[in-house]
């Protein structure tokens, strides 16, 4: 298994039949995936969810990351 990477920005887009989402790696790596209505909501629940869980815990590398994208 690959080392996980880090999420530089996230972009969507819409196309016909859905959606368009291009996520971009702090190495640059670029990834593009298509995704239906259906897909982006259950995607945007899933991650309410987790926003609203008070018992997530980061790592220092997650924290510093998200420190990285303020600046």
Partial sequence: ???MKILASVS???VPGG???TMET???Q???L????NQVSDL???LDELLDDDEVEFTPEQKHAGE???S
Avoid at 34 to 37: L, V
Wanted: proline share 0%.
């Fill in 1 to 3: 298994m690959s080392a």
């Fill in 12 to 14: 969507t887009e819409e």
């Fill in 19 to 21: 959606y368009q989402l």
């Fill in 26 to 28: 702090d190495d640059r």
């Fill in 30 to 32: 670029v990834i593009r």
């Fill in 34 to 37: 298509f995704a239906t209505e």
């Fill in 44 to 46: 945007a629940d899933e």
């Fill in 68 to 70: 990285e994208q303020l």
